[in-house]
């Protein structure tokens, strides 16, 4: 009976949640899974480990490469608006519970050569649309062209 009094205001804004389910698992394990499946386009991909020592709790989220935008968002909004509803349902536990984003090594090097292949085809077409470099700013193209 307690669970679902400490729980009932999440209750109210996520009414598929099934408090039942969450018996078996971890409450803030859930929650993570629950509403970053909600957020990114490929949720079967979607898994969270949980892991406890001495700090806390730790919940590593792994997910889909081309969905880590959706769950970091600008400026890493998404991920810290997260990080603070899972320190909301840690403190209802008495834990302190943290969030790591799984990123495989690779993955910012595969990026990198995307966006760099993206900008040679972008630079072939026929008629150059006017870029930030036009307005005296700092394109992606400058910076590409320094190495950055």
Sequence with gaps: MQTVRIYAPLIIFFPQWDITDMAEQNRDQAFLEYVVKAIVKHPEDVKVERTVDDR????????????????????????RALRILLKIVGAQNDSRVNMKIHEPEDSRRVHQEYRASSAAAGSSASAPAKTHGDAGLVSDKDLADLGI
């Design 56 to 79: 806390g709790v730790l919940l590593t989220l792994h997910l889909n490469q081309e969905d880590m935008g959706y769950v970091i968002g600008r400026q890493g909004q998404t991920a």
